[in-house]
């Protein structure tokens, strides 16, 4: 399955504005689904660089490393999945969204993810 | 921080803030420094800028050889560290930066904060001043306090 198909299954959920794969060491986008308005690489420097600090956090805390990141504000979410092979998925969300059927999406798909 | 032009210093120093650049160094495209953070010694401005611009221009030649558009940008990434340079446009010309980052940030934050950058300085242009001719007696002052302004002696 390409990447493009893993982010399908995100952004065919209501509510989700844009889904993407990122590097998270370069904090560049590797593959990208987003509506109108979202600038991809401005979310993929920021996520991975706020992921980075989270991993940085958990590992100074002596804690396992996290596997999912959620920010929530006022008109809409952020959620970020690790992938096993250390890429960082990616979902934007307006504020009704169903979280939980993001974060399971988002978690499949970051298993999936190469 | 130093600059030449003082309407330089308000986006160098947010861009400096948020991309969390080690050294960052501005050129027109001929490679004349028009600000710089991070440097010490003098004469590795000029070098790195000379050297910057001639990269930016051979690029340009690359492309153009290649029959590709123009590229505006350069990545060297290294595991210690990582440059950056690009060009970009101003209402004072083209304008060249050269951006050393380490591993405390990342080239997509270096690259969303210098687009950032670029967009800030074009808002903050004053209206170019009519050219005026340059007298001999005036341009080792100018020269002078070119210099003064870049490395503070």
């Known amino acids: ?114 | 921080m130093r600059t030449i032009e003082p309407w330089v210093e308000a986006p160098l120093g947010a861009f400096l803030t948020e991309s969390a650049a080690r050294v960052t160094l501005l050129m027109t495209a001929s490679g004349q420094v028009v600000a710089q953070h991070g440097f010490t010694r003098s004469l590795d401005v000029m070098a790195a800028a000379a050297l910057g611009a001639g990269i930016l221009a051979a690029t340009f030649e690359l492309a153009k050889v290649m029959g590709a558009p123009p590229l505006d940008s350069v990545v060297h990434q290294g595991t210690e560290l990582g440059i950056y340079l690009a060009a970009f446009d101003t209402p004072r010309g083209r304008w060249i930066g050269l951006v050393v980052f380490g591993p405390e940030t990342s080239i997509g934050l270096v690259q969303l904060f210098f687009g950032r950058l670029a967009l800030d300085l074009a808002h903050s242009a004053p209206v170019a001043e009519p050219p005026r001719q340059l007298l001999a007696e005036d341009f080792e002052g100018e020269l002078n306090a070119s210099l003064r302004a870049l490395f503070g002696r």
Do not use: C, K, W
């Open chain 1, 1 to 114: 399955m390409s990447l493009a198909t893993e982010l399908d299954a995100l952004t065919r959920i209501a509510g989700v504005r844009g889904a993407l794969i990122v590097s998270p060491d370069d904090g560049l986008v590797i593959e990208e689904s987003l509506m109108e308005g979202i600038d991809g690489r401005a979310v993929a420097a920021l996520v991975a660089s706020l992921a980075g600090r989270m991993r940085g956090l958990t590992l100074a805390l002596d804690h396992p490393p996290p596997v999912l990141l959620h920010l929530e504000a006022a008109a809409g979410g952020i959620l970020a999945a690790f992938a096993p092979s250390g890429l960082l998925v990616i979902a934007v969300t307006t504020a009704g969204v169903n979280a939980g059927q993001v974060r399971l999406e988002l978690l499949d798909a970051a298993e999936r993810a190469a």
